[in-house]
């Protein structure tokens, strides 16, 4: 059972098709695609029936947290899928996960009960679960072409397009589809570093007029569509 943890710094932009073109001009002969090329990533968000955990978040506190269940393609139930707990503290991202076959994670998130293996990290998602008791509240999608430095292999940089988000049918093996929640020809970049970008690539995002922005897939999601289901329960439970 594999197990990872990150901690970088992450920084988000939106491109439009103009930027990105000229953007590609620039990373090449210093960025490699890396080993996988392009791919599609699914990911499943897990909250609370309150949605505590994306309010906390959209509120930008210096600390939050998420949960998600994470895998490249359309898994079947042998499939490995990744359990993510992911954290940003002071502007530090922090990644803690596990990879297990998608059976076992289902398994899992319902009743904590592993029986592939065990470890650290499983035990901090058992305490993540109590503390926050969750259920599946998004599948959001997207199509991603990923960079590597050359000189710096630590650098790395992503294209996340064809955004797509649904909150039915909420299991990573019931295909791709959703509805789009980017503009047309938009693209989101993602640097992550574990330090100050490099110069040149600093000063390639100044000329470009390419500047950081603080969107959220899930944050996005739950302010387009989600937030008038918890406002309806405030509601009703006020009437």
Request: charge should be positive.
């Amino acid at each position: 059972m594999a197990q990872t943890i990150f901690e970088r710094y992450e920084k988000k932009y939106i491109l439009a098709s103009s930027q990105y073109e000229a953007l590609q001009a620039v990373l090449e002969g210093k960025m490699n695609p890396d080993a996988y090329g392009r791919y599609t990533i699914c990911n499943l968000y897990y909250d609370t029936d309150r949605f505590d955990l994306i309010r906390a978040s959209i509120e930008k506190p210096v600390y939050k947290e998420k949960l998600r269940m994470r895998c490249y393609g359309i898994p079947s139930d042998e499939n490995p899928v990744f359990l993510e707990m992911k954290k940003k503290y002071d502007g530090v991202v922090y990644k803690r996960r596990v990879t297990l076959p998608y059976a076992d994670a289902k398994r899992f998130i319902k009743t904590g009960v592993c029986e592939t293996g065990d470890s650290q990290i499983m035990d901090e998602l058992r305490y993540f679960m109590r503390t926050y008791p969750v259920e599946e509240k998004a599948f959001i999608c997207y199509d991603r072409a990923a960079l590597t430095g050359i000189e710096n292999p630590e650098l790395r940089v992503t294209f996340d397009s064809n955004i797509r988000f649904r909150q039915t049918e909420l299991g990573l093996d019931k295909g791709t589809f959703g509805i789009d929640i980017l503009d047309f020809g938009e693209r989101l970049m993602e640097i992550k570093a574990p330090g100050a970008l490099p110069v040149w690539l600093g000063r390639a995002l100044s000329e470009l007029k390419i500047f950081p922005t603080s969107f959220s897939k899930y944050g996005n999601c739950y302010s387009r569509y989600l937030s008038g289901q918890y406002l309806g329960r405030e509601a009703a439970a006020s009437a």
